[in-house]
């Protein structure tokens, strides 16, 4: 395939597709060159009968593991079906063959009833996990082993039947049963059936089943309908294994139920383990190794299960993706093919970002919700949305964490799962909320993912492809532009897993703008990137409002986003509690203190003498995950008998500082000293309670898992209740799940001093909670402290963690911005400043006024 | 009358043979996200042991002692030898090495014994009538001895820590870890103990089948659309998902056709599921992005 291009700035994409689509050629002649090479050996009778007997039987099962082997890789389904599939199209070919059936109805026949029973099972199968869509294909393979044992006036029973011999209804010719002729015919559609899957390989229709496959929701984000693709899959697979099935009773002369047994399930699942799934070389290693596994069994003198079972295993655990994959990573590595290594990445030109003014005020309305309100179970977690988008326009919502913002992206794309949506919502005129997610981006909405959900399983060319239904040269060609203006081309070729989370998060924004949307949803696009990557995202977003494109955008890094933004909507508690321009929104009180919170009155702490011994210590520590860094440089001591406070808005590395400070999570670089005997408890985020436990169990576990047993343990339990509020004390055997979020909070607190910590870690107790609720959580981690508990409160509000703790440091961006003590009166001021810019003016003397 | 009585006994009696295998693999699924395919072989393992220690003069019932301990440190060690070393959360990879396991198991059985039918030894003999019915004196053993096994079973899990432990980890691993609950201890009792459960449960079968060394087989099917019937991952869903594949599947052979008992088995069961995706006693999990 030749690919016209008009713009000549892609040169590097631009060799390595047409290098894919010459490889491709290549590839799909190589089946039918091999088969043909193979019929033209067994012509010259150099094969003796029985092996040619074998390369027949081999053809066979290179089908019939492909066709297993592809749908696995493909579409992540693992069919133990096949057997069923293999004996439907052997003993339709034997029926027919008896009956006076032409070689069309035949086939015909078993590719139909294979195909409308596949389809079957891959819509129901998509509708499960892996787990049940093995039961359903066991169930299909154990029904049907019993219907061709008792069905005696079709299958013969045990007995099985003859295949005789199949004329065309077309004039075609006969095919004989049993004979060369039989084996040559197996060879070569062996051959075609290798050259289809190697056409198929590079086409949207896989590249569509593997994102359907690795990413559900991401995939319905950019229109790809998992059911269908399933039953699609399946069907075909199907009809692959039937025709396997039809080719098996030629070549064999006679069918009977022997060979459709469950263990040939398991073997076809061998086969494609050892083979690899999803490669097509893997499918000829497998169909070999099927046939020829009893020989070599028998010569090894070991039984054949045994050696099945071996084969297994040592492919499992030492040959992970088959023994294709390893061989071709063997072989580069001997080869020492230079790795291919990005060359220097080809950044976007530096321009800096204009500001695109907003869009005047008479600008036609693209995007209105109203009353939106969801609903999880019992759980509200958005209610009276209303807001509007006018065509070009750039909305930000913000709001603390918990307020609702994701929630309200996935109302806009669909992706709302087991939550009921109320409300209204119309795009361009059209009712939203009754057209399905895979039908929006139709519609002209796209969206990125906070975690950037990009096809683990295509390459970076491919997410961009998969879009499109076919793919045609020009939309090679605008993929290749699309990439080299977002400075991925020189990794067109790459798998995300390679690249850094920097060039991750473009690629999910490269695919969602891939139809060049109207609406461009971006769920948290600066969270994890550096400044730089700031700054080019910036330029793209600012692109694309050029471009007159709208965006709805939420996110926790406030600068960044005030920069693009043209205004400002602020949620908390799922509702909007303000509106206003990038510039004014953080100066309403309500929107200001939804993030910091109110100080709650200062309770009393005990008196500190600054000869505290310290509980731990961290020096200059580093973590990151993958790529993504979550926490920079930080020193921390924590002095036995203190509260300390991380504050930090979400995403600002708090938990991970606490996981830390636990010792449960060792970091990336730098060290955390503490005492040997230092006891350590973590009240994690979101409680974390055992909800099916009931309330006492919870507390039996903590100290079960501290090494409490017997006697101790029920004292301990005892003591542990009676500081429990009554009304938890009354409902000990109830399960947590029916607490409410302060009482779960509390039962959460408890259960962490069940292992009579010396060091208590809170993480987020207010979390959700209404004030109430957070004023009676303080004041009974107040009283802790009071009775000498060290304590480490990590909290998103600044004014609660000032008002309860001895010493507060900010945490912006994984860093430590600001350290001081509550007492100091210039403390607040510049915290409140580090909390969203990272900035400390400490060093500029203050005017005191 | 009778017919229905002795039908719907043996069919109690099928039940909690696949119940217990059921509440086996529940367990062992639960602790570790393993699907234990070799459930089966492993605990026929332990029927040729305690066969061949009872032919050489040991009680019965120690040789079913033998046969369970023996199916637990068979299973132990296959686990630590060819589980443990794949990564977490590998739901196949694990699926399909018990798949290897059970194949060498089968084998090694035939290699060692061989593959011809034997008696397996009852506890008890005869029948007891009830009105004109003479019901088998071991489907009520059977009934009654897997009643105690799954009371036991309840106990552990309900009322002493270690087993307030396991459903702690089986809720959530990573919570357990925060709390410092070794999770691999506890996937070891939860293998020993669901080997052990699927070895009575053989043990129990094994005098009405005789002994061959896939013996087990049809069982495992059929407590696997048990549990799937019961929701997965609920011990109650497993026992009672069982019990009423037992029971279906003696009234299909019963009534309908001997020949097409897994038929009728299988289709129940993929019927129920297509409607309630999440089983009897599943709970169904909301997905978020």
């Known amino acids: 395939m030749s690919v016209v291009s008009r713009s000549s700035n892609s040169l590097v994409s631009r060799s390595t597709l047409s290098l894919v689509s010459r490889s491709t050629v290549t590839k799909a002649a190589l089946g039918p060159l091999a088969a043909a090479v193979l019929l033209v050996v067994l012509n010259t009778g150099a094969i003796p009968p029985y092996q040619a007997y074998s390369v027949g039987l081999a053809a066979i099962y290179t089908i019939l593991v492909l066709s297993v082997n592809l749908l696995a890789g493909w579409a992540g389904i693992w069919s133990i079906a096949h057997p069923a599939f293999f004996a439907l199209g052997a003993y339709f070919a034997a029926y027919g063959s008896t009956h006076g059936w032409s070689l069309e109805l035949v086939l015909l026949g078993a590719t139909g009833c294979a195909a409308a029973f596949g389809a079957f099972l891959g819509a129901a199968g998509a509708r499960f996990s892996m787990l049940y869509v093995a039961l359903l294909t066991l169930a299909f393979t154990m029904v049907s082993l019993e219907v061709m044992g008792q069905w005696t006036g079709v299958t013969g029973g045990d007995q099985g039947i003859p295949m005789e011999e199949l004329h065309s209804a077309l004039g075609l010719g006969t095919l004989a049963s049993a004979g060369t002729q039989a084996q040559y015919l197996a060879v070569g559609a062996a051959g075609i059936a290798l050259a289809v899957a190697a056409v198929a390989r590079p086409s949207a229709l896989r590249m569509r089943l593997v994102a359907a496959k690795s990413h559900p929701m991401a995939a319905r984000s950019i229109g790809i309908a998992p059911e269908a693709q399933s039953a699609l899959a399946f069907a075909v697979s199907a009809v692959f294994a039937a025709l396997a099935g039809v080719l098996l009773a030629l070549v064999v002369g006679f069918v009977s139920p022997d060979p459709f047994s469950l263990a040939l399930a398991i073997a076809l699942i061998s086969a494609c383990v050892l083979g690899g799934a999803g490669t097509l070389l893997g499918a000829v290693v497998g169909g070999a190794y099927l046939t020829w596994a009893p020989t070599v069994a028998e010569s090894a003198g070991v039984a054949q299960p045994i050696l099945q079972g071996v084969v297994l295993i040592a492919a499992l655990l030492f040959l992970p993706g088959g023994v294709v994959l390893f061989l071709g990573r063997t072989a580069r590595r001997l080869l020492r093919r230079p790795s291919a290594r990005p060359a220097t990445p080809v950044e976007p030109p530096e321009e800096s970002p204009q500001r695109v003014p907003a869009p005047a005020a008479t600008a036609d309305e693209l995007l209105r919700l109203e009353e939106i309100a969801v609903t999880f179970g019992g759980l509200k977690a958005l209610e009276g949305a209303s807001l509007s988008v006018r065509a070009g326009e750039t909305l930000a919502i913000i709001g603390p964490n918990g307020a609702g913002k994701t929630t309200l992206l996935n109302v806009l794309s669909g992706l709302v799962g087991g939550g009921r949506v109320a409300g209204s919502a119309h795009y361009e005129g059209k009712s939203l909320l009754k057209s399905r997610a895979t039908a929006r981006r139709r519609l002209g909405i796209g969206r990125t993912f906070q975690h950037a959900e990009t096809f683990p399983e295509l390459t970076v060319l491919e997410n961009v492809l998969c879009t499109r239904r076919r793919i045609t040269a020009h939309d090679r060609d605008r993929a290749a532009e699309l990439l080299d203006r977002f400075g991925l081309a020189h990794v067109a070729d790459r798998y995300p897993a390679d690249l850094p989370f920097g060039l991750h998060k473009r690629l999910d924004l490269a695919r969602a703008l891939a139809e060049e949307p109207g609406l461009l949803i971006l769920d948290e696009p600066f969270g994890g990137l550096d400044a730089t990557e700031r700054a080019l995202l910036t330029r793209q977003i600012v692109r694309q409002q050029e471009h007159g494109t709208a965006v709805v955008i939420i996110d926790h890094v406030l600068d960044d986003l005030f920069a693009v933004a043209h205004r400002v909507v602020a949620f908390d508690f799922g509702r909007p509690i303000g509106e206003g321009g990038p510039g004014e929104i953080l100066d309403d009180p309500r929107v200001r203190s939804s993030y910091l919170g109110q100080g709650g009155t200062r309770d009393e702490l005990p008196a500190r003498h600054g000869t505290e011994s310290p509980a731990v210590h961290l020096d200059a520590v580093d973590h990151a995950y993958g790529g993504v860094t979550a926490l920079r440089e930080v020193g921390l001591t924590v002095a036995r008998g203190s509260v300390l406070g991380v504050v930090g808005a979400n995403g600002a590395g708090k938990s991970t500082l606490g996981r830390i400070l636990h010792g449960t999570l060792p970091p990336t670089r730098g060290r955390r000293k503490a005492a040997d005997d230092l006891r350590t408890a973590l009240v994690p985020e979101g409680r974390a309670l055992f909800k099916t436990l009931s309330l006492r169990e919870n507390l039996e576990v903590a100290a079960y898992a501290a090494g409490i047993r017997g006697a101790e343990l029920r004292a301990r339990l005892a003591e542990t209740t009676q500081w429990l509020p009554p009304r938890l004390r009354e409902r000990m055997g109830m399960p947590a799940a029916g607490l409410s979020g302060g009482e779960q909070q509390v039962l959460a607190i408890a259960r962490a001093l069940m292992a009579r910590p010396d060091l208590l870690i809170v993480d987020e107790p207010a979390l959700g909670l209404s004030p109430a609720m957070v004023d009676e959580v303080y004041a009974r981690i107040g009283r802790l402290a009071r009775e000498g508990m060290t304590i480490v409160l990590l909290e998103q509000s600044l004014g609660r963690a000032a008002s309860a703790c001895h010493e507060v440091v900010v945490l912006h961006e994984g860093a430590i911005a600001v350290r001081g003590v509550p007492a100091d009166p210039t403390f607040l001021a510049r915290a409140e400043q580090a909390y969203f810019d990272g900035q400390d003016d400490a060093a500029v003397p203050v005017p005191q006024g | ?289």
Do not use: H
């Open chain 2, 1 to 289: 009358m009778d017919q229905f009585l002795l039908i719907l006994v043996s069919g109690l009696a099928s039940g909690a043979v696949y119940g217990l295998m059921g509440l086996g693999l529940v367990i062992i699924y639960r602790a570790t996200d393993v699907v234990n395919f070799a459930l089966a072989s492993l605990a026929t393992v332990g029927l040729y042991a305690a066969l061949a220690l009872n032919e050489r003069g040991l009680p019965l019932l120690l040789a079913a002692m033998a046969a369970i301990v023996t199916t637990a440190a068979v299973g132990l060690v296959a686990r630590e030898a060819v589980i443990r070393p794949l990564a977490q959360g590998e739901l196949l990879s694990a699926l399909v090495m018990t798949m290897g396991v059970s194949l060498i198991a089968e084998s090694v059985i035939s290699t060692v014994w061989d593959d011809q039918p034997r008696l397996f030894p009852s506890l008890v003999e005869g029948s007891v009538s009830l009105g004109s019915a003479a019901i088998p004196a071991q489907s009520l053993l059977t009934i009654a001895v897997a009643a105690v096994a799954m009371a036991l079973v309840a106990y552990l899990f309900g009322r002493t820590s270690i087993g307030t432990a396991m459903r702690a980890v089986a809720e959530s691993a990573d919570t357990a870890r925060i709390l410092g609950l070794g999770s691999q201890r506890i996937a070891r009792i939860a293998w020993a103990l669901g080997l052990g459960l699927a070895a009575l449960a053989a043990f129990l079968y094994a005098p009405r089948a005789g002994l061959v060394p896939t013996v087990l087989s049809a069982p495992l099917f059929r407590a696997f659309a048990g549990i799937f019937l019961g929701g997965l991952t609920s011990m109650y869903g497993a026992v009672i998902g069982g019990l009423t594949v037992g029971v279906l599947d003696n009234l299909a052979a019963g009534y309908v056709s001997a020949g097409y008992r897994d038929t009728f088995v299988f289709s129940f069961t993929i019927l129920v599921l297509l409607i309630r995706p999440q089983g009897l006693f599943g709970v169904r999990t909301f997905q978020r992005v």
